[in-house]
Structure formats: C-alpha cells, structure tokens
C-alpha cells in the first residue's frame, strides 16, 4: 500500500483508540522504506508521543515485569518503559519495532498486550494506540515467522515505496532538491535492495535522506562528496547521483524563467528534470510572498514548453503538492490544463 494511504490508516486507527474500535496494526517492509518514520509522523501531528519496545533487544521478563513477594504473595512490578498516561501523557503510540526479530519467547510475551492491551495487572491507557512492524523473511534481516496467534491479534499492511509520495516527504523535511531531480530522472533507484546480494549500501528512502546530508556535509570536496554519496546509497547509485550533480551548471537561469522573460528548454533528459524540480524548489520558498501568482504562472508557461508534455505534468503535478490551490487561481492554469487535456493523470 502506498505510504499516503497507509499513514491514513494510521491516523484513523490513532484516532480510534479513544473509542474504543482500535485494531493494532503491523506494517511489513524491507528495510529503509520509511515504517519507523511513518508511525512518528503520526503520533506527532496528533500531539502524542512513541514509546518504542524493540522486542529483539529483550527478554520475556523485562515485558513481564520482576516479581516480589507481597503479604506472602508474588505481584509483578510494572515495567516503567510501558505506557502511563500519568508520566508519558493520555495520548500516544505503543510502538513495537523490529517484532519480527523477536524470539518466540519474547513474542509470545506480547500476546495478551497486543489483543487484550494488558498484561498481568497492567493496562494499556485508553488513547494509546498499537503499532509494529517488521522485516519480511526475505528481507536478509533477523527474522522469525511469525506465530499465528501473534499474527491473529493484527491488521495486516505491506509498505509499498512511492516515488510520489516520496517527493512530497521530501519538499516537506527540506531535502535537497538536486536528490529530488535526480530520483525523478532515475526513480527505480528510490529503492533498489537486492536481497540475494546482501548489499551494505543500496538505495532507499531513508539512505537518500542520508545523501542528502552528505550534501550538506561533503560538498566542498568533490572527491569527498562522491565517497560519501556511495557511502549512503552504494556505489553504482552514488556516482551516478555525483554525475548528476556535476552537470546542473548546464542548467537554464531560472531566474529569467520565474520572471516570464523566458528560457530555453535543456535538451538533455536529466537537465530538464532538474529545471522542473528546481522552478518546485523556487516557487516553494515564494509562498508567502506577493510574487507567487505570477511566478506560478511564469512557471506554468514554461511547464507547457516542454518537448515531451509529460514533463510538464510532472512539473504541475509537483507544484501542486507544493503549494496547494492556489495555484488553481493563476488564469495561466486553465490554459495549461487545456493544452494538456488529453495527457491521463494518475494520482
């Protein structure tokens, strides 16, 4: 499922908790397509906080609690990491990470937490959701099948990488736009993890977050900066990012494109990718400002100027996401819109 869609189920089941109708949810994935991420962002737009269990780093007792002796009877202590509406708030995310990874003595140990949102004498606080999530056994992790008891107590989600939906992250958290360019140009390397190799670096969506650092870090050096960028994402991915970097002088002057005094149209297929994520990246820190509507309609002039029209969809499409309707007030849209009337836009 896309993470857009996912992270609505998400919010739905977030929300839900409080009535009473919450399902715990498991998302599967391989590593580095974003399910940690995703269950964070949620508990932050809700105002609530995670409290992450990594069953693979614990024993049964250290969810079971420690016994003592009472009165000549064992009670269990509580384990201070589980939820408690007093010291963690009244709303939040019991997060259980790495579940696959966990021993079956272990999982079996979350049974009753999962299903029941209790163990032994403690209860999960009404307004706490449930989430986990895991490697797939194909995935070249620490993975166990899971039982299906275990599996039985869940609603079942695969998180499928979107390169869309990814794009929206991105513009969002700040990344680099040359990154975002270039997955445009190249958007089978978003997520290339091939499992029978068992690669040390390869490209995802968390490691593309990670090239966008080194950006940020190494590029001063060139010689640095290409090692970093095969450090994050792997080699072949790296150099080819760096290449990628290297050729942007070519670029148009945006500038003359944002102020309608027109530009040239790039030739080569990876410059005009860049041009568009870069007129994105320009229009966005515009928002607020006075200028926007006619850079947005400079913008859509140029968007129409592209050999292949798709381009400028993709273009649009991006603008869109970025800055919302109103880009539906420029009157340069309805004549864009026109122009592209026939080329079908999937969402």
Request: aromatic fraction near 8%; proline fraction near 7%.
């Given at each position: 499922?896309?993470?857009?869609?996912?992270?609505?189920?998400?919010?739905?089941?977030?929300?839900?908790?409080?009535?009473?109708?919450?399902?715990?949810?498991?998302?599967?994935?391989?590593?580095?397509?974003?399910?940690?991420?995703?269950?964070?962002?949620?508990?932050?737009?809700?105002?609530?906080?995670?409290?992450?269990?990594?069953?693979?780093?614990?024993?049964?007792?250290?969810?079971?609690?420690?016994?003592?002796?009472?009165?000549g009877?064992?009670?269990?202590?509580?384990?201070?990491?589980?939820?408690?509406?007093?010291?963690?708030?009244?709303?939040?995310?019991?997060?259980?990470?790495?579940?696959?990874?966990?021993?079956?003595?272990?999982?079996?140990?979350?049974?009753?937490?999962?299903?029941?949102r209790?163990?032994?004498?403690?209860?999960?606080?009404?307004?706490?959701?449930?989430?986990?999530?895991?490697?797939?056994?194909?995935d070249?992790?620490?993975?166990?099948t899971?039982?299906?008891?275990?599996?039985?107590?869940?609603?079942?989600?695969?998180?499928?990488?979107?390169?869309?939906d990814?794009?929206?992250?991105?513009?969002?958290?700040?990344?680099?736009?040359?990154?975002?360019?270039?997955?445009?140009?190249?958007?089978?390397?978003?997520?290339?993890f091939?499992?029978?190799?068992?690669?040390?670096?390869f490209?995802?969506?968390?490691?593309?977050e990670?090239?966008?650092?080194?950006?940020?870090?190494?590029?001063?050096?060139?010689?640095?900066?290409?090692?970093?960028?095969?450090?994050?994402?792997?080699?072949?991915?790296?150099?080819?990012?760096?290449?990628?970097?290297?050729?942007?002088?070519?670029?148009?002057?945006?500038?003359?494109?944002?102020?309608?005094?027109?530009?040239?149209?790039?030739?080569e297929?990876?410059?005009?990718?860049?041009?568009a994520?870069?007129?994105?990246?320009?229009?966005?820190?515009?928002?607020?400002?006075?200028?926007?509507?006619?850079?947005l309609?400079?913008?859509?002039?140029?968007?129409?100027?592209?050999?292949?029209?798709?381009?400028?969809?993709?273009?649009?499409?991006?603008?869109?996401?970025?800055?919302?309707?109103?880009?539906?007030?420029?009157?340069?849209?309805?004549?864009?819109?026109?122009?592209i009337?026939?080329?079908?836009?999937?969402?």
């Amino acid at each position: 499922m896309r993470p857009a869609q996912l992270l609505s189920i998400l919010e739905r089941e977030y929300q839900s908790a409080d009535s009473g109708h919450h399902t715990p949810v498991m998302l599967w994935g391989p590593p580095g397509v974003g399910k940690s991420q995703m269950v964070a962002q949620i508990a932050e737009s809700g105002n609530g906080r995670v409290v992450d269990i990594r069953l693979s780093q614990m024993e049964p007792s250290d969810l079971r609690g420690i016994p003592f002796n009472k009165d000549g009877l064992v009670e269990w202590s509580i384990p201070a990491l589980l939820p408690d509406a007093s010291r963690h708030g009244e709303h939040g995310i019991l997060f259980l990470d790495e579940i696959t990874s966990a021993p079956p003595t272990v999982s079996a140990a979350a049974y009753q937490l999962i299903l029941d949102r209790r163990l032994g004498e403690y209860r999960v606080p009404d307004g706490w959701a449930i989430f986990a999530a895991g490697n797939r056994q194909g995935d070249r992790g620490v993975t166990y099948t899971m039982p299906a008891p275990l599996a039985n107590r869940f609603s079942h989600y695969e998180v499928d990488v979107n390169l869309d939906d990814w794009v929206s992250w991105a513009w969002k958290s700040g990344v680099d736009e040359r990154v975002i360019s270039f997955l445009r140009f190249r958007p089978e390397l978003l997520f290339d993890f091939d499992p029978a190799h068992n690669p040390v670096a390869f490209p995802s969506p968390r490691s593309w977050e990670f090239a966008h650092r080194a950006l940020n870090k190494f590029e001063p050096n060139s010689e640095l900066l290409r090692g970093a960028l095969q450090g994050c994402v792997g080699n072949a991915a790296g150099i080819e990012l760096a290449a990628f970097i290297e050729n942007l002088h070519n670029l148009p002057d945006l500038d003359m494109i944002l102020s309608g005094e027109g530009a040239d149209v790039p030739k080569e297929i990876d410059l005009q990718y860049a041009v568009a994520t870069a007129l994105v990246g320009r229009a966005i820190k515009l928002r607020d400002s006075d200028r926007l509507e006619s850079v947005l309609g400079n913008v859509l002039d140029y968007a129409g100027r592209f050999p292949q029209r798709e381009m400028g969809v993709m273009l649009v499409s991006d603008l869109h996401r970025a800055v919302g309707e109103k880009l539906f007030a420029v009157p340069q849209f309805g004549e864009w819109a026109k122009a592209i009337a026939d080329v079908m836009l999937y969402e």
